[in-house]
């Protein structure tokens, strides 16, 4: 409608292009009405309190219970320092080994480049009810095999039962939710890696750059962009991330909260859990602060380094 | 040719109108529940001797998973759409549906008159004066023993503590069983299998229950402390690795006859019965001296409410009359061994463990969960800290002290008793 207007206004002799609106309708509709609104009737859901069976305004009140009451803030910056620790874990481990892989993929002289490539990709179309089990069936110390692997090996002494442990939990969760999606960076990365034409490789080859100095002055500096890229999308699924903890841990994601991110936090208060009841209004104030986390984070990423990354044109 | 088609369609209308008259004349009813195991139970039994008696009621009975009811039904009676039955859980998710008028009060209805007040307590207000569902089912808490094991070790079944854990020390000492299946990785095992299993003994069941709700008693109090103490003393007879034991991990354990003694609740006995190939015993939990008077963790698990917005209110309170007499007991309780009917008639049931879960009512006193009633209203809820502590303390990262201080300070800061 706006662009129509402005159309009229500016140039009212061109024929009013409907195709346009007609065209951006769909997605503004549909994008409006799943999006959009859910997470206006969030904001507003969280400046509410039930009391006594009626939705009463009260402003911030929500967010200073959130922060202020300890047996909610306890909990909420416990949830917040694991989140944290799950997105480093992601970002060294995950995109380092997605980057390595990528670069090994790439090299003209591997073969079966096709098997390996669907392989790694294979767990990031699994459904996380299926990653959960299967790894809490592999890592348990009854019926799974690491212990005997780790037997094998004679390293059967630094068997623990990981998921059971308040140290270890969230690492090796952290740690599965790599294997998993350890295909997106490979794949984006490795995208990036064939698009780089072959003329600046043989440039390179010429004034004498190759092997491991190939890679880290001439493909690293060109696939920068996609790097940033794939940090930013680590982001904001770190921070939403829910699945995994909750198929293998429980909503109350033991031993003692160890596990606790902020996504089942906020399950906890939105829906309830066995006798505790649900607060969606303090479900939505978690919901809100963690929209904007992701939106801060997305901003830094927008403003400070999309901004300085140099892009190449060839 | 002609007269023939038109008879035979106005005899095909006359048919298609009886059914449809057929139709309406019966009323059908919808049933809530979350107890999808127990479909073919409904199908099979219990809505066929209903309707068997009721001609012109049909009962469906529609479940939704465990983990989704309490949201899906939420959903549905906001929406209208709920069914007309609606299988309560017990305490405040149920006592919250009837305070928003969802759940119709049932305090006239003929049959509540066959449940005892502590039966009732469950789907009650907290005054008592309004009871809003038919109280169906109980689970007990009590230890399941292999039998065939304890034969072999020479061992009996103990009744006091110091007897419980040299029975313990024994088949640890002999190396062929786990001598007890419990995991703390999926938390509530070890506070309901654990702490509101043994507890009872030391807080005098009921008593300590509603001295804690009227504030005289506190957790920190040495009744409410020594379960904790008791259990951390478990933590060396439990598997190997049982931080990550799962639920499911420690009934395959038992089942599969690896480990002698299961702290349980009576709702494994349909499982177990069908894949231990062991005889199987039970026992209460142990008292501290022989004579004491026993106490059981008697819990109200199941009931069921009639729809304030159901459109067949007065077929669904028959059905719910049906649900509260004897005769409906004693279907449920066969069929499903382990869930103990609440009716104050006695049950005749057939399944040996059932029988002995069942005949502690007669020798110990009853109580339910300490956590149910009230004291679970607040944030930080109690049950769940209860689960995360009682798994604390079994893996030792919390002493039986500071988990029960922890579990008052959260307690207090919301609870104030009526004095």
């Known amino acids: ?314 | 040719m002609k007269t023939k088609l038109l008879t035979a369609l106005l005899l095909g209308t006359s048919i298609l109108g009886t059914t449809g008259m057929a139709l309406a004349e019966d009323v059908t009813l919808n049933i809530e529940s979350w107890r999808g195991d127990d479909l073919t139970i409904w199908k099979d039994k219990l809505i066929p001797a209903f309707e068997a008696k009721n001609p012109g009621i049909k009962v469906v009975f529609a479940p939704s998973a465990p983990t989704e009811y309490d949201a899906a039904l939420g959903a549905k009676l906001t929406a209208g759409s709920a069914g007309d039955l609606i299988t309560c859980r017990p305490f405040d998710k149920s006592l919250e549906l009837y305070k928003k008028g969802n759940l119709t009060d049932l305090s006239a209805l003929p049959g509540m008159e066959n449940f005892s007040p502590v039966a009732k307590s469950a789907w009650q207000t907290d005054d008592g004066k309004a009871s809003f569902c038919v109280p169906m089912a109980s689970v007990i808490h009590g230890f399941i023993y292999n039998k065939d094991a304890f034969d072999k070790l020479g061992l009996k079944v103990p009744t006091t503590r110091d007897e419980f854990f040299a029975v313990l020390d024994k088949i640890k000492a002999d190396g062929t069983y786990i001598p007890m299946a419990m995991g703390t990785k999926d938390l509530w095992e070890a506070a309901t299998m654990g702490y509101q299993n043994i507890g009872p003994n030391y807080w005098k069941g009921e008593e300590g229950r509603a001295a804690l709700i009227k504030g005289d008693q506190k957790l920190t109090d040495k009744d409410w402390v020594a379960p904790y103490e008791e259990l951390a003393k478990w933590k060396p007879y439990l598997g190997d690795g049982f931080e990550a034991q799962t639920y499911p991990d420690s009934q395959n354990l038992f089942t599969l006859g690896r480990a002698a003694i299961y702290p349980a609740g009576s709702w494994e006995i349909g499982l177990f019965n069908t894949q231990a190939q062991f005889k199987m015993g039970a026992f209460p939990p142990p008292v501290e001296k022989a004579g004491d008077t026993c106490y059981i963790s008697d819990h109200t698990d199941i009931g069921m409410g009639l729809n304030a917005a159901s459109k067949h209110p007065e077929e669904a309170k028959k059905f719910l009359s049906w649900v509260a007499s004897p005769d409906f007991a004693t279907i449920y309780a066969n069929a499903l061994p382990g869930f103990f009917s609440l009716n104050s008639s006695p049950v005749k049931m057939e399944d040996p463990l059932a029988q002995e879960f069942v005949s502690w009512r007669g020798k110990c006193k009853s109580t339910i969960r300490s956590t149910y009633q009230i004291l679970s209203r607040g944030t930080p809820n109690l049950e769940n800290e209860t689960w995360v502590e009682s798994a604390n303390v079994i893996n030792g990262t919390d002493t039986p002290e500071a988990a029960a201080k922890k579990l008052q300070t959260g307690l207090d800061s919301w609870y104030k008793p009526a004095k």
């Open chain 1, 1 to 314: 409608m706006d662009t129509e207007t402005m159309a009229e206004e500016t140039r009212p002799k061109r024929p009013i292009r409907w195709h346009v609106g007609v065209f951006l309708a769909p997605a503004v509709l549909v994008y409006t009405a799943i999006m959009i609104l859910p997470l206006f009737g969030t904001l507003q859901l969280s400046l509410f309190r039930n009391i006594e069976q009626s939705q009463v305004f009260v402003g911030l009140g929500n967010f200073r219970t959130l922060f202020g009451d300890p047996n909610w803030s306890v909990n909420f910056w416990n949830a917040l320092r694991n989140n944290v620790w799950f997105f480093i874990i992601h970002m060294l481990v995950q995109n380092p080994i997605g980057i390595l892989l990528a670069a090994l993929l790439s090299s003209p002289r591997l073969r079966f480049t096709a098997f390996y490539r669907t392989a790694i990709f294979v767990p990031t179309i699994l459904s996380f009810v299926i990653v959960g089990f299967a790894w809490k069936l592999i890592l348990s110390p009854i019926w799974g095999v690491a212990p005997h692997l780790m037997d094998f090996v004679g390293l059967k002494s630094f068997f623990t039962p990981w998921l059971g442990k308040e140290q270890y939990a969230l690492t090796a969760l952290s740690l599965v939710s790599v294997w998993q999606f350890v295909g997106i960076p490979m794949m984006l990365i490795y995208a990036a890696l064939l698009s780089i034409p072959d003329e600046v490789i043989e440039a390179a080859e010429c004034d004498g750059v190759t092997g491991m100095a190939q890679f880290w002055k001439i493909k690293l500096p060109l696939i920068l962009p996609s790097i940033g890229i794939i940090s930013i999308l680590t982001f904001v699924g770190n921070f939403n991330a829910f699945d995994l903890i909750y198929t293998a841990q429980g909503a109350l994601a033991g031993p003692n909260y160890s596990t606790d991110i902020l996504g089942t936090f906020l399950y906890r208060a939105f829906f309830g859990f066995q006798l505790q009841v649900g607060d969606p209004n303090m479900g939505a104030a978690i919901a809100t602060i963690m929209f904007l986390i992701i939106l801060a984070g997305v901003c830094v990423y927008l403003f400070l380094v999309q901004t300085r990354l140099r892009r190449y044109q060839f």
